[in-house]
């Protein structure tokens, strides 16, 4: 009898409860393959800024690879950088080989430079004298040669007459990208900690495979990522927000809040990230934080989903 009484009691509930909707469980149970406990961590990052000038360019690079390689004293973790993205871009160039700053002009092949290209080669080397019957390829192959000569202190071995191939230039250019192997190697051992910050969403189709920082953006697209109904994006993307804080995941990107927001958010089962954003104009130890709960943006990605070592109910 008692039985019968509870499942009227049960039905009568359920019946005046047309508005009771059951919330679907978004969290997600995973290992990561750098071994990090469940907890709560802070992933601190650093908005650095760079030079506009070719000369400090190439010393901030100096600098950053000194960083990059001796760190900071205290801390324990990869520091997460954010990167304005002509730095970025130049990253992207020293690990291709293609030059810092205005070197892409005269690392390219003459015959594919744009007009920018040609605007560079001009104004930096107005007073080089050419071939007079070479053609603009010729001219333009010239002064990339006298300019990489200068690069590494032998432009008075330039001959304005002397008809330079590609082949001239590559070996030459060879020789001087020699030197920063050192600097390619750390940057391609550190980049997986860096992110590219970018101004719009206009600009996100250019960094789709990288780790963004996004500035600015429309709150639609906000709350379709707290809702996992937004577009895909990249592998990890920070928004800075006034509404949340914390993280979720949105098919398969990782999507971080930065701000001050009251509503907190968390994904992975018995993990907590937050995000603090800090600028700096160089690499003194006081501008970075000392945090043991603190972890690289990079461990998020070697990550997998939990899976019990022995079946459920065995």
Do not use: W
């Not at 760190?71 to 020293?94: M, Q, R, T």
């Not at 990107?253 to 990230?273: A, H, I, N, T």
């Amino acid at each position: 009898m008692k039985k019968i009484f509870y499942i009227l009691f049960c039905l009568i509930l359920f019946a005046g409860c047309d508005n009771v909707v059951l919330r679907k469980d978004k969290s997600e149970r995973v290992t990561f393959e750098k071994n990090l406990p469940q907890g709560e961590y802070t992933l601190y990052m650093y908005e650095i800024k760079y030079p506009e000038k070719q000369e400090e360019k190439i010393m901030f690079m100096s600098k950053f690879e000194n960083f990059l390689r001796n760190g900071a004293e205290g801390l324990s973790h990869d520091v997460n950088f954010i990167l304005p993205k002509s730095l970025y871009d130049d990253v992207e160039s020293i690990l291709n080989d293609e030059g810092i700053g205005i070197e892409r002009a005269f690392f390219k092949s003459a015959s594919f430079i744009d007009e920018n290209d040609k605007k560079i080669i001009d104004k930096e080397t107005y007073f080089v004298k050419t071939p007079l019957n070479g053609g603009e390829i010729q001219k333009y192959l010239n002064k990339q040669y006298y300019y990489i000569l200068s690069l590494i202190g032998k432009e008075k071995e330039y001959k304005e007459n002397f008809f330079y191939t590609e082949y001239d230039k590559r070996t030459l250019t060879a020789e001087y990208i020699k030197e920063r192997e050192s600097l390619k190697e750390i940057l391609s051992e550190k980049k997986k900690d860096f992110l590219v910050a970018v101004e719009n969403t206009n600009d996100l189709e250019n960094y789709k495979d990288d780790m963004v920082y996004l500035k600015k953006y429309s709150e639609k697209m906000e709350e379709n990522a707290v809702k996992h109904e937004g577009e895909i994006l990249p592998p990890v993307i920070v928004l800075k927000s006034n509404k949340y804080i914390g993280y979720t995941v949105d098919k398969g990107s990782v999507v971080f809040f930065d701000g001050e927001g009251k509503e907190e958010l968390s994904y992975f089962r018995r993990y907590k990230f937050n995000v603090k954003i800090k600028e700096i104009d160089n690499f003194n130890y006081s501008n970075f934080v000392i945090d043991d709960e603190q972890t690289e943006i990079s461990v998020l990605l070697g990550r997998k989903k939990y899976v019990p070592k022995r079946p459920l109910g065995a």
